[in-house]
């Protein structure tokens, strides 16, 4: 598609202003994760890729439009552009509610989709309430879940809650294996839903030998609002003589939950096989993806791949452009 053919075009100067607008929109943006994100976009709007995950599907050359309400996240940059691919892809307008932490990456990319096909001028509606909508996808936390689900739950919807993602180890992973794990637990300082926010050890010796692998991610200090979540949660462990192991710059706790705070990471040993997937088959519907050591893993990504989803890897799993074209 031409939008990542822009987007790998992008002079120096139009990139670094865009970063810098961005960045100062929301601190939790550095320049290395926009173009992360980026990244990501070309490679999902690659002309082969998307043929591929489009031929599946049976879509009308001139479907019955409908109006669809998307209300984005902003955890990470630019995270709602699926949702508003899919719904164009479909026929739809979509009418957008954008979060206030991703304002400027998601307004140039409409501006810029719209530069290369003008059609789409009429198909993107930026509002701030998103009432009497034909149907809804919504993006937040369980609390706004529930509110969602309040207002939009009588329409067609998709209604997302909070997820996670975990990693499993299996005893066999090298320094090397654990570097790349780190990429999955610090990209975007593990705000993300497929970020690893939890490690399934066989042996509890795995977590030193993980964390004495990635000293050299302790670069993320540098930034102050990691830093904030990394001295917080800290004092809180240490004023309730909580167990923990510390290097520096990640906190790493044993724990049976799932989604652990920024600046810390979750582990739990496990017995064998068996045990481990019937706990993760238990909490599926709060796991995004797992990673493991090249895929080993049933369905899984390996190591370093959390962050790289294919344009058919649909949040919580659910298939918006199926659900966008039965509304036709």
Request: hydrophobic residues 40%; glycine residues 6%; proline residues 3%.
């Amino acid at each position: 598609m031409a939008l990542g053919k822009r987007i790998q075009q992008l002079a120096d100067y139009e990139l670094d202003e865009l970063i810098a607008r961005a960045e100062n929109n929301n601190s939790w943006f550095t320049p290395d994760h926009i173009k992360l994100a980026l990244h990501g976009l070309v490679r999902m709007l690659d002309e082969e890729e998307l043929r591929n995950w489009l031929e599946k599907y049976e879509i009308q050359d001139e479907p019955k439009s409908k109006k669809v309400g998307v209300m984005m996240a902003g955890n990470i940059p630019a995270v709602g552009f699926h949702d508003l691919m899919v719904v164009l892809l479909t026929g739809h307008e979509a009418h957008v509610k954008l979060s206030s932490s991703d304002q400027v990456l998601m307004k140039w990319l409409v501006k810029e989709l719209i530069a290369l096909a003008p059609d789409f001028q009429k198909k993107v509606v930026f509002e701030d309430m998103l009432k009497g909508k034909d149907a809804y996808i919504a993006t937040g936390s369980d609390n706004s879940a529930r509110y969602f689900d309040y207002y939009f739950g009588k329409y067609p919807s998709v209604i997302r809650k909070n997820r996670t993602s975990v990693a499993v180890l299996d005893g066999t992973e090298t320094e090397e294996d654990y570097r790349e794990l780190a990429k999955d637990v610090f990209q975007y300082f593990g705000l993300g839903c497929r970020n690893i926010s939890k490690i399934f050890l066989t042996d509890e010796g795995q977590i030193q030998q993980f964390l004495k692998a990635i000293e050299g991610y302790h670069f993320v200090m540098s930034h102050h609002k990691y830093l904030n979540n990394y001295d917080y949660n800290k004092s809180i462990y240490l004023v309730n003589g909580e167990p923990h192991l510390d290097n520096g710059f990640l906190l790493c706790r044993q724990s049976e939950e799932l989604v652990s705070p920024v600046a810390v990471l979750y582990y739990e040993v496990y017995k064998d096989r068996k045990e481990l997937e019937v706990k993760l088959d238990a909490q599926s519907e709060k796991i995004q993806c797992i990673v493991s050591k090249a895929g080993w893993y049933p369905s899984s990504f390996g190591f370093g791949q959390a962050q790289q989803p294919g344009v058919g890897d649909y949040a919580d799993h659910v298939d918006t452009v199926a659900f966008l074209l039965e509304l036709t």
